[in-house]
């Protein structure tokens, strides 16, 4: 369940959003990077505190060659 969502745009193609929710009865927080493409917002990275999940499916990805 979406607790808060705060979304702030840098620039005409960038924003951030950043949401709070519950899953299974645990607070979470993650901060979602967004770009625009055309009309519609895509989410670029989901950042978990420090943790990117884009650079995290990166490594994965140069481990396995």
Not at 33 to 44: A, D, F, M, Y
């Amino acid at each position: 369940v979406v607790t808060a969502l705060a979304v702030a745009q840098a620039d005409p193609n960038t924003a951030e959003a950043n949401v709070s929710f519950t899953n299974a009865g645990e607070a979470k927080s993650v901060q979602l990077e967004l770009v625009r493409e055309g009309p519609n917002w895509k989410v670029e990275d989901i950042v978990d505190g420090t943790t990117s999940l884009h650079d995290t499916l990166m490594a994965v990805a140069e481990r396995a060659g």
